[in-house]
Each structure stands twice: as structure tokens, then as C-alpha cells.
Nanobody
Framework: QVQLEESGGGLVQAGGSLRLSCAAS????????MGWYRQAPGEQRELVAI??????TYVDSVKGRFTISRDNAKNTVYLQMNSLKPEDTAVYYC??????????????WGQGTQVTVSA
């Protein structure tokens, strides 16, 4: 079994910062790509940022404001969010492609953490 546990969401004023964390644990052989998605009320879930090795990709709306990073020793991915805007308000989900100890591959998801940015 593999679990992803997120932390770091909350309420912040526009222009503020938050840092999200997501730790993978369990029967892990290797963690491949890790990423953050978000879903606002009434909207589809969208990819915010993804990290594969040292390569990162961001949705245009967060470029220059958000930074994704990872600590491979801890199987943890972070999302540093600066200059937050009300339109960043959403539930943020962590996702990871993980190879388990039985060598099977699949994508895992965290439970989601609420980020609310007030105007």
C-alpha cells in the first residue's frame, strides 16, 4: 500500500504565500513524476505543476509565482506559492507516479488540501 499525505493549505490574503507539502509512504520502490493539481468549485481539475527528475512544468497562470520542488530522500514534493491571487482558491491535490515493491506502476493521489485566497 502507498499513501500520499498533504499538508500546508489554509486561508491567506491576496499577495501572501503558502507552502504545500506531500509525502509518499508505504511499499515504495521508486517515485517517478510528482505533481500538484487543483480544482476550484464548478471547474475541472487542472495540472498546476509537475516535476520529473530535475525538469519542471507549470501552467501559465502560476509561472513566476509558484515553485515545485522535491526531496527524493523523503519522497516528498513541495509547492511554494507566492503572490497568491483569489483565483488560486481551490482544493489542491498531490499526485505521484510510483513503482511499488512488487514493481507495479500506478498513479496515486492525495486527499486534497484547501487553499483559500481572500481579496
Amino acid at each position: 500500500q502507498v499513501q500520499l499525505e498533504e499538508s500546508g493549505g489554509g486561508l491567506v490574503q491576496a499577495g501572501g504565500s503558502l507552502r504545500l507539502s506531500c509525502a509518499a509512504s508505504g511499499s515504495i520502490f521508486r517515485v517517478n513524476a510528482m505533481g500538484w493539481y487543483r480544482q476550484a468549485p464548478g471547474e475541472q481539475r487542472e495540472l498546476v505543476a509537475i516535476i520529473r527528475g530535475s525538469f519542471t512544468t507549470y501552467v501559465d497562470s502560476v509561472k513566476g509565482r509558484f515553485t515545485i520542488s522535491r526531496d527524493n530522500a523523503k519522497n516528498t514534493v513541495y509547492l511554494q506559492m507566492n503572490s497568491l491571487k483569489p483565483e488560486d482558491t481551490a482544493v489542491y491535490y498531490c499526485s505521484a507516479n510510483i513503482q511499488s515493491n512488487d514493481y507495479s506502476h500506478r498513479d496515486y493521489w492525495g486527499q486534497g488540501t484547501q487553499v483559500t485566497v481572500s481579496a
